[in-house]
């Protein structure tokens, strides 16, 4: 896996005043935990750019004023009107000694059922992932030329290389959903069918016929 390195100072201040002055001069604060002690520092929000704003995952060197850590990003929160990253988390790693990280999932292939019309439909778009660093995939790989109408990529499909998924075996990774008008019924029917199964279900019982269950 690909490593980011990012270069950071130590905070001297830990005050909500102090955390916006980085922000304005173009710094996010941050902290790295999981070792013998909390780090908090901030550091260039531009150094963020390739570990963010990608689509594969990456191993993070920090180097805290000559300290160097290992780590991954844990958590990063953004301001929800400007995107502006407000605060890093990064959770010191060590060989030997596994990590979970949420590893994107890369869609290959052409899927039949979507060269017949049908649309595909991305349930993950990233799996939990458990392994040694030195394991750890960039991204995961899901084959689409098998999967056509009626079928579903399942996540104990995909095979684990030296890494654990730790997403539950039968969730769906991928389907192909199918054009309503591929299914044999215009869209006028499918509201009469379910017009009417609306109105059986409030139909009232019939005259000596008992109330359902918990009626009065």
Do not use: W
Not at 138 to 156: C, H, N, P
């Amino acid at each position: 896996m690909k490593t980011v390195e990012i270069i950071g100072y130590k905070r001297a201040n830990l005050g909500k005043a102090d955390a916006k002055r980085l922000r304005v001069d173009g710094n996010v604060p941050c902290v790295i935990y999981g070792g013998d002690e909390q780090v908090h520092f901030s550091a260039p929000m531009i150094l963020f750019r390739e570990l963010v704003y990608t689509d594969e995952a990456h191993f993070v060197k920090l180097n805290i004023e000559g300290q160097e850590y290992q780590a991954i990003l844990q958590d990063i929160q953004f301001h929800p009107v400007s995107e502006v990253i407000l605060h890093a988390d990064f959770l010191q790693i060590f060989e030997g000694k596994t990590v979970k990280m949420e590893i994107p999932v890369h869609f290959e292939g052409t899927s039949p059922g979507v060269t017949k019309g049908g649309t595909l439909i991305k349930k993950r778009r990233y799996l939990s992932i458990l392994a040694l660093p030195k394991d750890m995939p960039e991204y995961i790989s899901v084959d689409l030329s098998k999967l056509d109408f009626g079928r579903a990529i399942k996540v104990g499909e995909i095979e684990a290389k030296d890494f654990e998924i730790l997403d539950t075996p039968i969730a769906s990774v991928a389907v192909v959903e199918v054009p309503r008008a591929l299914r044999g019924k215009s869209d006028e029917e499918e509201e009469a069918e379910e017009l009417e199964g609306a109105e059986a279900e409030e139909a009232p019982a019939a005259e000596g016929e008992a109330p359902a269950e918990g009626g009065e």
